[in-house]
């Protein structure tokens, strides 16, 4: 059976991690403890030493501990974490991962957990989880747990939360289990205002034998998105929900950053790619809003979320961005243009409905996108109406079966 592998700094929390493994390995399970402390003597001995982390980063761990540079010792053994992980992953030695730390370990222990794959179990019990923890978990599944008290002493609090720790990431792994089913998997991109286009789709596709993988378009779903097409397990993307590409243009909460829309074209996957939700930008609370768009076009879409109409300046700009973004695609790629408005709020008689903005956005994509390179499909009806997305899942099954049929003659 594979191994629950446990990073931690020995020298100031010891006693803690050894809590840990202790109750792991009382559920049955073999534990290999990895330390990465570079304070002082570890409080038990390892199977991997902080000695052996450091050396797998570039450096001696007498250095470090001589130098005593926090920063740079923190990047050493993150580098070392890293390659250990790795190469205990890849020999098959682990199959779960565990660890507790502030700032330091957390930085760590979850930059070693983020190259494991989405569904190897991964515990990050951390005192920083109140906080905003996005450059922890990137687009992995890490379970994070707050410590609520600092992670010092085994006492009433700690060992509860601890010990929960220690179940969860037992029971996630007696419980993993690969997915062998090798079904062609979809990506698509969905918002609220474009549920009922990517609910339709996906319910075709699935019909059809595909496994669609569904992606919030809130910032971290994007990312997560153009990750795993660079991983080569995506065989065609319905890009159905563009408007993280507003965020990063016009500066709202949830952008994907500059390199959103880019992957599918870069790898040469199939795609079909829509507007879904260029109508809006998305903020926070209505008093988050920053001062020079009070006074634009606003709706408070619930009371975490305040949405803001694009205008026909923005428009033109984000026709233009996502023309010279597919221009570039090395793959079979279409663009839907739903002459009817772009969200569910960006149709007659609701608040972001506007015929002059979306004009400007289909005007700018006219003039910039290369047709020779980019197939452009305008149909006169909204982007959730059925027929368009049943236009759109059609059209992708068909590029798939073109893609896959060009690279069996190929080879």
């Not at 870069?266 to 809006?280: E, H, K, Y």
């Not at 597919?326 to 279409?334: A, D, I, K, W, Y």
Request: aromatic share 6%.
């Amino acid at each position: 059976m594979k191994k629950v592998l446990i990073i931690g700094t020995l020298d100031t929390k010891g006693p803690e991690h050894l809590f840990i493994k202790e109750a792991i390995e009382n559920e049955g399970l073999k534990t290999i403890v990895m330390d990465i402390g570079v304070k002082g003597h570890p409080a038990f001995m390892p199977d991997i030493t902080n000695s052996t982390v450091a050396a797998a980063g570039g450096s001696d761990i007498s250095c470090l501990i001589e130098h005593d540079d926090r920063g740079y010792a923190i990047d050493i053994m993150m580098q070392g974490a890293t390659k250990i992980v790795t190469d205990l992953y890849n020999n098959s030695i682990i199959g779960g991962i565990i660890s507790l730390g502030g700032s330091a370990g957390t930085t760590i222990a979850t930059a070693a957990m983020r190259l494991l794959p989405v569904g190897f179990p991964k515990v990050m019990v951390s005192t920083v989880t109140s906080g905003d923890i996005r450059h922890y978990v990137g687009y992995k599944d890490i379970v994070m747990i707050h410590s609520v008290t600092d992670i010092s002493g085994i006492n009433i609090i700690s060992s509860q939360i601890f010990n929960n720790a220690a179940m969860a990431v037992s029971g996630m792994m007696k419980a993993h289990k690969k997915h062998h089913e090798s079904k062609p998997i979809v990506a698509a991109t969905m918002f609220g205002v474009t549920t009922p286009c990517v609910t339709t789709a996906r319910q075709l596709l699935e019909l059809q034998g595909y496994e669609v993988l569904v992606f919030h378009a809130n910032g971290s779903g994007g990312i997560a998105m153009e990750r795993l097409i660079e991983t080569g397990i995506i065989n065609g993307v319905l890009d159905v929900t563009t408007t993280e590409l507003c965020d990063e243009i016009i500066g709202g909460t949830c952008s994907a950053g500059p390199n959103r829309l880019e992957m599918a074209g870069r790898m040469g996957i199939p795609q079909v790619v829509s507007l879904g939700a260029l109508d809006m930008v998305n903020f926070g609370p209505l008093h988050t809003v920053p001062a020079q768009f009070v006074s634009r076009k606003l709706y408070k879409h619930n009371a975490s979320s305040t949405l803001m109409r694009t205008n026909e300046r923005e428009c033109v700009e984000l026709g233009k961005v996502i023309s010279h973004k597919l221009n570039c695609s090395q793959g079979l790629t279409s663009l839907y243009i739903p002459l009817r408005g772009l969200s569910l709020i960006d149709v007659f008689n609701k608040p972001f409905y506007g015929r002059k903005e979306d004009e400007a956005l289909f005007w700018s994509i006219r003039k910039h996108i290369d047709k020779n390179n980019v197939q452009v499909i305008e149909l006169d009806t909204d982007i959730n109406h059925e027929s368009f997305a049943l236009t759109i899942a059609k059209k992708l099954i068909s590029l798939i079966k073109i893609h896959h049929a060009m690279r069996l003659k190929s080879s």
